[in-house]
T-cell receptor, first 112, second 112 residues
Framework: QKEVEQNSGPLSVPEGAIASLNCTYS??????FFWYRQYSGKSPELIMS????GDKEDGRFTAQLNKASQYVSLLIRDSQPSDSATYLC????????????FGTGTLLAVQP | DGGITQSPKYLFRKEGQNVTLSCEQN?????MYWYRQDPGQGLRLIYY???????QKGDIAEGYSVSREKKESFPLTVTSAQKNPTAFYLC???????????FGSGTRLTVV
Protein backbone atom coordinates (compact mmCIF):
# COMPACT_ATOMS: atom_id res chain seq x y z
CA GLN A 1 0.00 0.00 0.00
CA LYS A 2 1.29 3.39 -0.98
CA GLU A 3 2.02 5.52 2.06
CA VAL A 4 3.08 9.00 3.02
CA GLU A 5 4.55 9.36 6.49
CA GLN A 6 4.90 12.48 8.60
CA ASN A 7 5.72 13.06 12.25
CA SER A 8 2.51 14.30 13.85
CA GLY A 9 4.33 16.68 16.16
CA PRO A 10 3.75 19.13 17.62
CA LEU A 11 6.93 20.74 16.36
CA SER A 12 7.59 23.77 18.50
CA VAL A 13 10.00 26.48 17.32
CA PRO A 14 10.66 30.01 18.58
CA GLU A 15 9.67 32.99 16.49
CA GLY A 16 12.35 33.82 13.92
CA ALA A 17 13.79 30.30 13.82
CA ILE A 18 13.81 27.84 10.93
CA ALA A 19 11.11 25.19 11.04
CA SER A 20 11.94 21.91 9.31
CA LEU A 21 9.10 19.59 8.35
CA ASN A 22 9.77 16.15 6.93
CA CYS A 23 7.90 13.59 4.86
CA THR A 24 8.75 10.17 3.48
CA TYR A 25 6.87 8.22 0.84
CA SER A 26 6.81 4.60 -0.15
CA UNK A 27 6.15 4.62 -3.91
CA UNK A 28 9.47 5.05 -5.71
CA UNK A 29 7.85 6.11 -8.99
CA UNK A 30 6.10 9.13 -7.47
CA UNK A 31 6.55 12.20 -9.64
CA UNK A 32 4.98 15.22 -7.97
CA PHE A 33 4.98 16.42 -4.40
CA PHE A 34 3.01 19.08 -2.58
CA TRP A 35 2.91 20.85 0.75
CA TYR A 36 -0.36 22.16 2.10
CA ARG A 37 -0.96 24.36 5.13
CA GLN A 38 -4.12 23.80 7.14
CA TYR A 39 -5.20 26.13 9.91
CA SER A 40 -7.39 24.66 12.63
CA GLY A 41 -10.96 24.24 11.38
CA LYS A 42 -10.08 25.36 7.85
CA SER A 43 -9.39 23.61 4.55
CA PRO A 44 -5.89 22.89 3.21
CA GLU A 45 -4.11 25.56 1.17
CA LEU A 46 -1.42 24.67 -1.36
CA ILE A 47 1.85 26.44 -0.50
CA MET A 48 4.53 24.55 -2.43
CA SER A 49 4.89 22.03 -5.21
CA UNK A 50 8.08 20.30 -6.29
CA UNK A 51 8.79 17.90 -9.12
CA UNK A 52 12.58 17.59 -9.45
CA UNK A 53 15.37 16.66 -7.08
CA GLY A 54 16.85 19.58 -5.23
CA ASP A 55 15.51 22.75 -3.65
CA LYS A 56 12.71 25.06 -4.66
CA GLU A 57 12.35 28.40 -2.90
CA ASP A 58 9.32 30.66 -2.65
CA GLY A 59 9.67 33.53 -0.21
CA ARG A 60 10.27 32.13 3.27
CA PHE A 61 9.46 28.59 2.13
CA THR A 62 11.89 26.06 0.66
CA ALA A 63 10.85 22.62 -0.50
CA GLN A 64 13.52 19.95 -0.81
CA LEU A 65 13.16 16.69 -2.72
CA ASN A 66 15.40 13.63 -2.70
CA LYS A 67 13.85 10.91 -4.84
CA ALA A 68 16.64 8.42 -4.15
CA SER A 69 15.88 8.60 -0.43
CA GLN A 70 12.12 9.03 -1.03
CA TYR A 71 12.16 12.10 1.14
CA VAL A 72 10.63 15.54 0.81
CA SER A 73 10.92 18.38 3.30
CA LEU A 74 9.67 21.91 3.86
CA LEU A 75 11.77 24.60 5.49
CA ILE A 76 10.15 27.75 6.84
CA ARG A 77 12.63 30.54 7.50
CA ASP A 78 11.99 33.36 9.97
CA SER A 79 9.01 31.48 11.42
CA GLN A 80 6.12 33.63 12.55
CA PRO A 81 3.26 32.83 14.96
CA SER A 82 0.96 33.04 11.92
CA ASP A 83 2.78 29.99 10.51
CA SER A 84 1.32 27.88 13.33
CA ALA A 85 -0.79 25.29 11.53
CA THR A 86 -0.80 21.68 10.40
CA TYR A 87 1.34 21.02 7.34
CA LEU A 88 0.23 18.21 5.05
CA CYS A 89 2.55 16.45 2.66
CA UNK A 90 0.90 15.05 -0.48
CA UNK A 91 2.36 12.77 -3.12
CA UNK A 92 1.14 11.90 -6.59
CA UNK A 93 2.25 8.32 -7.24
CA UNK A 94 1.73 8.78 -10.95
CA UNK A 95 -0.91 7.81 -13.46
CA UNK A 96 -3.61 9.73 -15.24
CA UNK A 97 -5.98 9.90 -12.29
CA UNK A 98 -3.87 12.48 -10.39
CA UNK A 99 -4.96 10.99 -7.06
CA UNK A 100 -2.92 12.50 -4.27
CA UNK A 101 -1.97 10.52 -1.20
CA PHE A 102 -1.83 12.69 1.91
CA GLY A 103 0.18 12.28 5.06
CA THR A 104 -1.53 12.83 8.40
CA GLY A 105 0.22 16.16 8.84
CA THR A 106 2.67 17.78 11.23
CA LEU A 107 1.41 20.36 13.70
CA LEU A 108 3.75 23.35 13.86
CA ALA A 109 3.62 25.73 16.81
CA VAL A 110 5.66 28.93 16.56
CA GLN A 111 6.22 30.44 19.99
CA PRO A 112 6.32 34.27 20.23
CA ASP B 1 -12.59 35.31 -8.48
CA GLY B 2 -12.33 31.63 -9.32
CA GLY B 3 -12.69 29.05 -6.63
CA ILE B 4 -14.58 26.15 -5.14
CA THR B 5 -17.72 26.69 -3.11
CA GLN B 6 -18.94 24.08 -0.66
CA SER B 7 -22.26 24.30 1.11
CA PRO B 8 -23.50 24.13 3.72
CA LYS B 9 -20.62 24.90 6.08
CA TYR B 10 -22.26 22.90 8.87
CA LEU B 11 -24.73 20.05 8.44
CA PHE B 12 -26.55 17.91 10.95
CA ARG B 13 -27.88 14.50 10.01
CA LYS B 14 -30.36 12.39 11.85
CA GLU B 15 -30.03 8.64 12.01
CA GLY B 16 -31.30 6.98 8.81
CA GLN B 17 -31.30 10.20 6.82
CA ASN B 18 -29.57 10.89 3.51
CA VAL B 19 -27.90 14.27 3.12
CA THR B 20 -26.27 15.93 0.12
CA LEU B 21 -23.18 18.14 0.24
CA SER B 22 -22.79 20.66 -2.54
CA CYS B 23 -19.54 21.41 -4.39
CA GLU B 24 -19.35 23.96 -7.22
CA GLN B 25 -16.21 25.22 -8.99
CA ASN B 26 -15.66 27.97 -11.55
CA UNK B 27 -12.00 27.17 -12.20
CA UNK B 28 -12.77 25.21 -15.38
CA UNK B 29 -11.04 22.20 -13.85
CA UNK B 30 -11.79 18.80 -15.33
CA UNK B 31 -11.03 16.71 -12.25
CA MET B 32 -12.90 16.88 -8.95
CA TYR B 33 -12.45 14.96 -5.71
CA TRP B 34 -14.17 14.32 -2.42
CA TYR B 35 -12.13 13.68 0.71
CA ARG B 36 -13.08 12.97 4.27
CA GLN B 37 -10.90 14.18 7.15
CA ASP B 38 -11.04 12.68 10.63
CA PRO B 39 -8.76 13.69 13.51
CA GLY B 40 -5.46 11.86 13.33
CA GLN B 41 -6.30 10.06 10.09
CA GLY B 42 -5.48 12.59 7.43
CA LEU B 43 -7.47 12.90 4.22
CA ARG B 44 -9.11 9.84 2.75
CA LEU B 45 -10.45 9.74 -0.81
CA ILE B 46 -14.16 8.99 -1.18
CA TYR B 47 -14.86 9.53 -4.90
CA TYR B 48 -13.25 11.29 -7.81
CA UNK B 49 -14.24 12.36 -11.30
CA UNK B 50 -11.99 13.20 -14.20
CA UNK B 51 -14.69 14.11 -16.68
CA UNK B 52 -18.39 14.88 -16.85
CA UNK B 53 -20.67 11.84 -16.51
CA UNK B 54 -17.84 9.67 -15.19
CA UNK B 55 -16.60 9.02 -11.65
CA GLN B 56 -14.69 6.36 -9.74
CA LYS B 57 -14.68 5.06 -6.20
CA GLY B 58 -11.89 6.06 -3.90
CA ASP B 59 -10.64 4.22 -0.84
CA ILE B 60 -13.73 4.66 1.33
CA ALA B 61 -16.71 4.89 -1.05
CA GLU B 62 -19.10 2.65 0.90
CA GLY B 63 -22.13 4.59 2.09
CA TYR B 64 -21.54 7.50 -0.29
CA SER B 65 -22.74 8.38 -3.79
CA VAL B 66 -21.89 11.12 -6.26
CA SER B 67 -22.93 12.51 -9.63
CA ARG B 68 -21.12 14.60 -12.23
CA GLU B 69 -23.74 15.95 -14.61
CA LYS B 70 -21.96 19.27 -15.13
CA LYS B 71 -18.29 20.15 -15.21
CA GLU B 72 -18.81 22.72 -12.46
CA SER B 73 -20.68 20.52 -9.99
CA PHE B 74 -19.81 17.37 -8.03
CA PRO B 75 -22.32 16.79 -5.20
CA LEU B 76 -21.78 14.10 -2.57
CA THR B 77 -24.64 12.23 -0.91
CA VAL B 78 -24.01 10.64 2.45
CA THR B 79 -26.51 7.79 2.68
CA SER B 80 -27.94 6.06 5.70
CA ALA B 81 -25.61 3.14 4.92
CA GLN B 82 -22.65 5.24 6.10
CA LYS B 83 -22.53 4.29 9.77
CA ASN B 84 -20.00 6.83 10.95
CA PRO B 85 -20.51 9.95 8.85
CA THR B 86 -19.38 12.56 11.38
CA ALA B 87 -16.34 14.18 9.76
CA PHE B 88 -15.01 17.19 7.87
CA TYR B 89 -15.72 16.79 4.14
CA LEU B 90 -13.50 18.47 1.60
CA CYS B 91 -14.11 18.92 -2.10
CA UNK B 92 -11.16 19.63 -4.38
CA UNK B 93 -10.47 20.19 -8.03
CA UNK B 94 -7.43 19.97 -10.25
CA UNK B 95 -6.50 21.02 -13.74
CA UNK B 96 -4.94 17.65 -14.48
CA UNK B 97 -2.15 15.17 -13.95
CA UNK B 98 0.78 16.44 -11.93
CA UNK B 99 -1.01 19.49 -10.58
CA UNK B 100 -2.00 20.13 -7.00
CA UNK B 101 -5.54 20.49 -5.77
CA UNK B 102 -7.56 23.55 -4.91
CA PHE B 103 -9.83 22.84 -1.95
CA GLY B 104 -13.19 24.24 -1.01
CA SER B 105 -13.80 25.53 2.50
CA GLY B 106 -15.31 22.23 3.65
CA THR B 107 -18.53 20.96 5.20
CA ARG B 108 -18.60 19.74 8.77
CA LEU B 109 -21.15 16.97 9.11
CA THR B 110 -22.42 15.83 12.48
CA VAL B 111 -24.85 13.03 13.30
CA VAL B 112 -27.44 14.02 15.89
Amino acid sequence: QKEVEQNSGPLSVPEGAIASLNCTYSDRVSQSFFWYRQYSGKSPELIMSIYSNGDKEDGRFTAQLNKASQYVSLLIRDSQPSDSATYLCAVNPGGATNKLIFGTGTLLAVQP
Amino acid sequence: DGGITQSPKYLFRKEGQNVTLSCEQNLNHDAMYWYRQDPGQGLRLIYYSQIVNDFQKGDIAEGYSVSREKKESFPLTVTSAQKNPTAFYLCASSTGEGYGYTFGSGTRLTVV
